[in-house]
């Protein structure tokens, strides 16, 4: 069983920054070999990538739009997956959720992923 917690989202006002975090843990579960990802679901849309970095932290992948604002990673002596999000835009809202995935190999689908945390809620503001 693994469990994923995101935290960091909130209300800021556009072209603000953001550092979400997602704190992973589980009976035996080493973080290193779970490749992790970033999506996010906007009101009335489909849940849509984000970003992805793989198991050692070597490699990552950004949704085209994101790529340039948003950064990516993970810190595996504390289980710990990041997204840095810069330069916010109101069509940045959404609620944003972490998965993993066990595989170094990272994904861009959400349904290569089977373990996903709660959400949390980002506002950006114009």
């Known amino acids: 069983q693994v469990q994923l917690v995101e935290s960091g989202g909130g209300l800021v006002q556009a072209g603000a920054s953001l550092l979400l975090s997602c704190a992973a843990s589980g009976r035996t579960f080493i973080f290193n070999s779970y490749a992790m990802g970033w999506f996010r679901q906007a009101p009335g849309k489909e849940r849509e990538f984000v970003a992805a970095?793989?198991?050692?932290?070597?490699?990552?992948a950004y949704a085209d739009s994101k790529e340039g604002r948003f950064i990516i990673s993970r810190d595996n002596t504390k289980n710990i997956m990041y997204l840095q999000m810069n330069s916010l835009k109101s069509d940045d809202t959404a609620v944003y959720y972490c998965?993993?995935?066990?595989?170094?190999?990272?994904?861009?689908?959400?349904?290569?992923?089977?373990?996903w945390g709660q959400g949390t809620q980002v506002t950006v503001s114009s």
């Open positions: 998965a993993g995935r066990q595989t170094n190999v990272l994904g861009i689908r959400r349904d290569q992923y089977p373990y």
């Open positions: 970095i793989s198991g050692g932290g070597s490699n990552t």
